[in-house]
């Protein structure tokens, strides 16, 4: 038996779905008790010791029906009895297990009829086992598709990694913000900021309407634009950030803003929370499970609300309950159970496929699928 396991959204961004799959491939090795096999788009990937790393070609979202075909072919050869995606790809017969991030698209009324959402709702149909990583998204995938079997679509949170993420030496941490010239309080907001539903306008229109702040702004990652604030405002900073650095500009803020509408799970609440970084959130999404009662619940739709959180979180008392409830959630959610919850997933499936189970839902697949190769290529 071979685990095949398709790296394509290495090659369509480097967000946090490429950093799960960089930790738990290598967890997923170790427990999945068959070869895994490795297919790099474009080169994106790197090395996964002991993973066999096969290069393959580029995804191209016209052509997906072609795309499954190659799969199929692909998994044939190293006699794959199961498939895994990083994303929303398919192959024809070989059964797959697929991840499932988040309801986004369907929970926020996105326009689904670009080829690549199909796709995702072709993924989800594809697999025989769904694992959510989260209890808000397996009941919202359950929703938009009541057909699934509940008992095959499960839940294993995300998690982190406590030798990266945990407290920090304050002596790294003054280092830290002096390469940074972070010489004032700051608060941090991670990742894009222009996607409506993460809601980092938010903190923007916010500061709008303080005077006299004492204090700064730190953007990691996200879009490169910033706004600009007058005489008496916070300043602005963007800085990309390996994990290590990540791990100590939480540990030096006055506390991560994350006002997102909607998550699938929420990774930076919980990262911030294992370095005792006190954590300003909404309930919407996952993010009511993963911070409990360990944050400053904001609606996400207020600036008065959030101006009250920046200056409550600031407050000594408040701040203590704050790290130490933080600490005492973020301990729920390491990797090992993920890894060890994706790989019993994936071995039931393989023992299922080898006493063939899915042979006839396969049968009708694969001419439908091979149908619609041959409908876009005359496109």
């Given at each position: 038996m071979?685990?095949v396991?398709?790296?394509v ?8 779905i ?9 967890l997923?090795i ?7 096999v490795?297919l790099d788009?474009?080169?994106k ?11 393959f070609?580029?995804?191209k979202?016209?052509y997906?029906?072609d ?6 072919d ?9 498939f895994?995606?990083?994303y ?12 499932v ?10 326009d689904?009829?670009p080829?690549d959402w ?6 989800i149909?594809h697999?025989r ?8 998204t ?5 929703e ?5 079997d ?8 995300c998690?982190?990694?406590t ?6 030496d304050p002596?790294?941490v003054a280092?830290?913000r002096?390469?940074?010239q972070l010489?004032?309080p700051y ?11 993460k809601n ?8 709008e309407?303080m005077?006299?702040t004492d204090f ?5 990652g996200g879009?490169k634009e910033?706004p600009?604030f ?6 602005i ?21 994350y006002?997102s509408?909607?998550e ?5 609440a919980?990262?911030?929370m294992?370095c ?6 909404t ?5 009511a ?8 619940k904001?609606t ?14 600031r ?7 704050l790290i130490?409830?933080?600490?005492t ?6 990797w ?7 790989a ?12 063939g189970a899915f042979?006839?839902f ?16 005359l496109?």
């Amino acid at each position: 038996m071979t685990l095949v396991v398709d790296g394509v959204f290495f090659q369509l961004a480097q967000t946090g779905i490429t950093r799960l799959w960089r930790t738990i491939l290598p967890l997923l090795i170790e427990r999945v008790g068959m070869p895994v096999v490795f297919l790099d788009r474009g080169g994106k990937t790197g090395e996964f010791f002991g993973a066999e790393v096969v290069p393959f070609p580029a995804y191209k979202s016209k052509y997906t029906a072609d795309d499954s075909k190659l799969l199929e072919d692909v998994c044939r050869h190293y006699g794959a009895k199961v498939f895994a995606s990083t994303y929303y790809t398919t192959p024809l017969r070989t059964p797959s297990v697929l991840l499932v991030y988040d309801m986004i698209p369907e929970r926020l009324g996105f326009d689904l009829s670009p080829r690549d959402w199909q796709e995702k709702e072709i993924a989800i149909s594809h697999a025989r086992r769904h694992v959510c990583i989260s209890n808000n998204t397996r009941r919202d995938l359950l929703e938009f598709y009541p057909e699934l079997d509940p008992a095959l679509a499960t839940v294993a949170h995300c998690g982190i990694d406590t030798t990266v993420f945990r407290p920090q030496d304050p002596s790294a941490v003054a280092a830290f913000r002096k390469s940074l010239q972070l010489d004032r309080p700051y608060f941090i907001l991670v990742g894009t900021r222009m996607q409506p539903y993460k809601n980092g306008k938010l903190l923007f229109d916010a500061l709008e309407k303080m005077s006299n702040t004492d204090f700064d702004v730190l953007c990691v990652g996200g879009e490169k634009e910033l706004p600009s604030f007058g005489a008496g405002g916070p300043r602005i900073l963007r800085a990309e950030l390996e994990d290590r650095d990540l791990a100590l500009a939480y540990a030096g803020a006055e506390a991560l803003v994350y006002p997102s509408l909607y998550e699938g799970f929420g990774l930076p609440a919980v990262e911030a929370m294992s370095c005792q970084c006190p954590l300003i959130s909404t309930s919407h999404g996952s993010l009511a499970e993963v911070a409990g009662d360990a944050a400053i619940k904001i609606t996400g739709h207020s600036t008065e609300e959030l101006i009250d959180a920046l200056h409550r979180v600031r407050n000594p008392d408040l701040r203590a309950t704050l790290i130490e409830r933080g600490t005492t959630q973020a301990g729920l959610f390491r990797w090992e159970p993920f890894g060890d919850h994706l790989a019993g997933a994936i071995r039931q499936t393989a023992s299922d496929a080898a006493a063939g189970a899915f042979e006839e839902f396969y049968d009708r697949w694969s001419l439908i699928r091979s149908f619609q190769a041959e409908v876009d290529a005359l496109m």
